[in-house]
């Protein structure tokens, strides 16, 4: 009888976990918001320090991995990520590196309860905070590791772990697909903050009243002292998620072995699902296919040859990239000059740009539709209001284009071709030319509407100059005083003029007010296809009281009407 198959482990497990958030406005009218300066100013509760790079410290100390990484990219990305001439004493601005990271160092290790009781401690080596200038976007950056972990208890973390809220309950009111129990514990092996997913009553009320969902306990602690924007928590620094609630994961695995991995594990793998039952993956073969067709990027991988120099696999599916190999070859395993040290910084580099891109084009969509959502168009300021705000929106998003957005962000073939490939399942480019179009539409309308006003206020002025000219005509034809009393009084003359001035003034509000009507009439004056009759019936239709009109907007584009009633987290 044949011994049972070992079961398979990961020699090193490594993890970066990104999470995007919305920032919240410090000041209402603002564009630029430096949210990262507000993170500064918060006293000695305040965990958060801000990392100075390689790039800032003593050129002794800066290595050959830190040039490497550096020389990846194409220059404009180099500006981006690292700055330009940049130093402490320097004024922050879009010369230097428009990126701010602030670390937390309290956090030691992370303890995971599993499903079966079994608790597992990854080792926590940083936390970051991701600013982006002119961008309300923050990204939070974790990177876990450990070593000599099954496949199995592997797939349940990259499954189970990562969540921010649950998305439901079991029947014992356990949350589904999560963790038993997350903790972070600090450099004492005390316990700093605990999950609480079975908490259903908290998760529910607070989706009752705020219409948007709360996170963790764990990961509320995380964050401060930024706080939730829809809770009572007190914070200037406040926060919104955008998108789904499992986390977008960078995921490190060693293996004595790769090539014994099965393609029902490599899928489990890249699409972080549920940890193998024995059962198998129930998909098609053609789905299979088409997973490690779109997905596999297998330029270092070939099975055939069984040789450890091709053993490596990479998977990316936009919200998971993970990358596998062999534990003993140096080309993949060496942290300075193998795979590892590249995945820990050109990869995640590269998933850095790619999340921040959809990020920063989801908050900019956010924006448009709180924008149309408090557009009421019986009122003018909130007219102005609306204005205003899409104004700034367009501008933001022109920045942007020119500082942030990159179709190519290193020749190298490796690198182009992740980011390539890492943008197209997140869906960046459509995004970006969904939300040009939506801009390209304000921006249209908003100027049309500017020229129908110009236009009317220009015809207003034409009606008041032509029935004006009447008086002005008959008095310069006469070309004489009509009341000889320019010897009598000062008081007397005020007198003559206020008489003159108040109906005059009277007359010419009236006509500004009947501008429209009267523009109507001086039309049917002058087509020469009218009956006398329907003139003066078009004369008469002067002092009929008009049909109630909105005072503002004729009306929003088509494709803004739709957002409308979208959800305000879009997406």
């Not at 402490?88 to 990126?99: A, D, K, N, Q, V």
């Not at 390209?440 to 034409?462: F, P």
């Not at 005020?494 to 009277?506: K, R």
């Not at 329907?534 to 907007?553: D, M, Q, V, Y």
């Given at each position: 009888?044949?011994?049972?198959?070992?079961?398979?482990?990961?020699?090193?497990?490594?993890?970066?976990l990104?999470?995007?958030?919305?920032?919240?406005?410090?000041?209402?009218?603002?564009?630029?918001?430096?949210?990262?300066?507000?993170?500064?100013?918060?006293?000695?509760?305040?965990?958060?320090?801000?990392?100075?790079?390689?790039?800032?410290?003593?050129?002794?100390?800066?290595?050959?991995?830190?040039?490497?990484?550096?020389?990846?990219?194409?220059?404009?990305?180099?500006?981006?990520?690292?700055?330009?001439?940049?130093?402490?004493?320097?004024l922050?601005?879009y010369?230097?590196?428009?990126?701010?990271?602030?670390?937390r160092?309290?956090v030691?290790f992370?303890?995971?309860?599993?499903?079966?009781g079994?608790?597992?401690?990854?080792?926590?080596?940083?936390?970051?905070?991701y600013?982006?200038?002119?961008?309300?976007?923050?990204?939070l950056?974790?990177?876990?590791?450990?070593?000599?972990?099954?496949?199995?208890?592997?797939?349940?973390?990259?499954?189970?772990?990562?969540?921010?809220?649950?998305?439901?309950?079991?029947?014992?009111?356990?949350?589904?697909?999560?963790?038993?129990?997350?903790?972070?514990?600090?450099?004492?092996?005390?316990?700093?903050a605990?999950?609480?997913?079975?908490?259903?009553?908290?998760?529910?009320?607070?989706?009752?009243?705020?219409?948007?969902?709360?996170?963790?306990?764990?990961?509320?602690?995380?964050?401060?002292?930024?706080?939730?924007?829809?809770?009572?928590?007190?914070?200037?620094?406040?926060y919104?998620?955008?998108?789904?609630?499992?986390?977008?994961?960078?995921?490190?695995?060693?293996?004595?072995?790769?090539?014994?991995?099965?393609?029902?594990?490599?899928m489990?793998?890249?699409?972080?699902?549920?940890?193998?039952?024995?059962?198998?993956?129930?998909?098609?073969?053609?789905?299979?296919?088409?997973?490690?067709?779109?997905h596999?990027?297998?330029?270092?991988?070939?099975?055939?040859?069984?040789?450890?120099?091709a053993?490596?696999?990479?998977?990316?599916?936009?919200?998971?990239?993970?990358?596998?190999?062999s534990?003993?070859?140096p080309?993949?395993?060496d942290p300075?000059?193998?795979?590892?040290?590249?995945?820990?910084?050109?990869?995640f580099?590269?998933?850095?740009?790619?999340?921040?891109?959809?990020?920063?084009?989801?908050?900019?969509?956010?924006?448009l539709?709180?924008?149309?959502?408090?557009?009421?168009?019986?009122?003018q300021?909130?007219?102005?209001h609306?204005?205003?705000s899409?104004?700034?929106?367009?501008?933001?998003f022109?920045?942007?284009?020119?500082?942030?957005?990159?179709?190519?962000?290193?020749?190298?073939?490796?690198?182009?071709?992740?980011?390539?490939?890492?943008?197209?399942?997140?869906?960046?480019?459509?995004?970006?030319?969904?939300?040009?179009?939506?801009?390209?539409?304000?921006?249209?309308?908003?100027?049309?509407?500017?020229?129908?006003?110009?236009?009317?206020?220009?015809l207003?002025?034409?009606?008041?100059?032509?029935?004006?000219?009447?008086?002005?005509?008959?008095t310069?034809?006469?070309?004489?005083?009509l009341?000889?009393?320019?010897?009598?009084?000062?008081?007397?003359?005020?007198?003559?003029?206020?008489?003159?001035?108040?109906?005059?003034?009277?007359?010419?509000?009236?006509?500004?007010?009947?501008?429209?009507?009267?523009?109507?009439?001086?039309?049917?004056?002058?087509?020469?296809?009218?009956?006398?009759?329907?003139?003066?019936?078009s004369?008469?239709?002067?002092?009929?009281?008009?049909?109630?009109?909105?005072?503002g907007?004729?009306?929003?584009p088509?494709?803004m009407?739709?957002?409308?009633?979208?959800?305000?987290?879009?997406?």
């Amino acid at each position: 009888m044949p011994e049972p198959a070992k079961p398979l482990v990961a020699r090193h497990f490594r993890q970066i976990l990104v999470w995007p958030l919305q920032l919240m406005p410090l000041r209402a009218g603002d564009q630029v918001q430096r949210h990262f300066d507000a993170l500064e100013q918060i006293g000695a509760d305040n965990p958060w320090r801000e990392v100075l790079d390689e790039f800032t410290g003593d050129p002794t100390q800066f290595q050959e991995r830190h040039y490497r990484e550096f020389v990846t990219f194409l220059p404009y990305v180099q500006r981006f990520l690292y700055g330009q001439g940049r130093s402490s004493s320097t004024l922050r601005g879009y010369g230097e590196s428009p990126i701010r990271v602030y670390r937390r160092c309290d956090v030691a290790f992370v303890r995971l309860t599993c499903m079966d009781g079994t608790i597992v401690d990854l080792s926590v080596k940083h936390i970051d905070l991701y600013f982006f200038y002119d961008v309300d976007v923050v990204i939070l950056a974790m990177e876990l590791q450990a070593d000599d972990l099954p496949l199995a208890r592997v797939q349940e973390i990259m499954y189970r772990f990562g969540r921010t809220f649950p998305a439901q309950w079991d029947d014992d009111s356990r949350a589904s697909h999560c963790l038993n129990r997350v903790e972070w514990i600090g450099e004492a092996n005390q316990v700093l903050a605990v999950s609480d997913f079975n908490d259903r009553a908290k998760f529910l009320a607070h989706v009752c009243e705020h219409r948007a969902s709360t996170v963790g306990a764990h990961w509320e602690y995380l964050l401060q002292p930024m706080a939730q924007h829809h809770s009572e928590q007190p914070g200037l620094i406040r926060y919104r998620q955008l998108e789904y609630h499992r986390l977008p994961k960078m995921t490190y695995l060693a293996f004595d072995d790769p090539f014994a991995l099965s393609r029902d594990d490599f899928m489990r793998l890249g699409l972080a699902a549920q940890p193998d039952d024995g059962e198998g993956l129930h998909y098609s073969e053609q789905t299979i296919d088409e997973f490690e067709r779109e997905h596999c990027y297998d330029r270092f991988w070939s099975p055939q040859k069984r040789d450890a120099r091709a053993s490596t696999r990479i998977i990316c599916t936009g919200h998971a990239f993970v990358m596998i190999g062999s534990h003993g070859v140096p080309f993949y395993s060496d942290p300075e000059t193998g795979l590892l040290g590249q995945f820990r910084h050109q990869y995640f580099l590269l998933g850095l740009v790619a999340h921040f891109h959809r990020a920063a084009l989801l908050m900019l969509s956010d924006r448009l539709v709180v924008a149309v959502s408090r557009l009421n168009i019986q009122e003018q300021d909130s007219i102005r209001h609306f204005k205003r705000s899409i104004r700034q929106s367009m501008e933001i998003f022109l920045r942007f284009n020119h500082r942030y957005w990159f179709h190519e962000v290193s020749k190298q073939a490796v690198a182009k071709d992740l980011f390539r490939l890492w943008s197209h399942h997140l869906g960046n480019d459509a995004l970006f030319n969904e939300l040009r179009e939506e801009m390209q539409d304000m921006s249209h309308y908003l100027d049309s509407d500017d020229a129908r006003r110009q236009s009317d206020t220009v015809l207003r002025l034409t009606v008041v100059t032509i029935f004006g000219l009447i008086g002005t005509i008959v008095t310069g034809f006469l070309g004489m005083n009509l009341i000889a009393e320019a010897d009598q009084s000062l008081s007397r003359k005020l007198l003559y003029f206020a008489m003159v001035f108040l109906p005059t003034l009277a007359l010419t509000l009236y006509t500004v007010q009947k501008s429209r009507a009267l523009s109507e009439f001086l039309d049917a004056m002058s087509d020469e296809r009218l009956p006398l009759t329907k003139k003066l019936a078009s004369l008469l239709r002067i002092w009929r009281k008009p049909a109630t009109s909105a005072p503002g907007l004729v009306d929003i584009p088509v494709r803004m009407r739709r957002r409308r009633n979208a959800p305000a987290d879009r997406r």
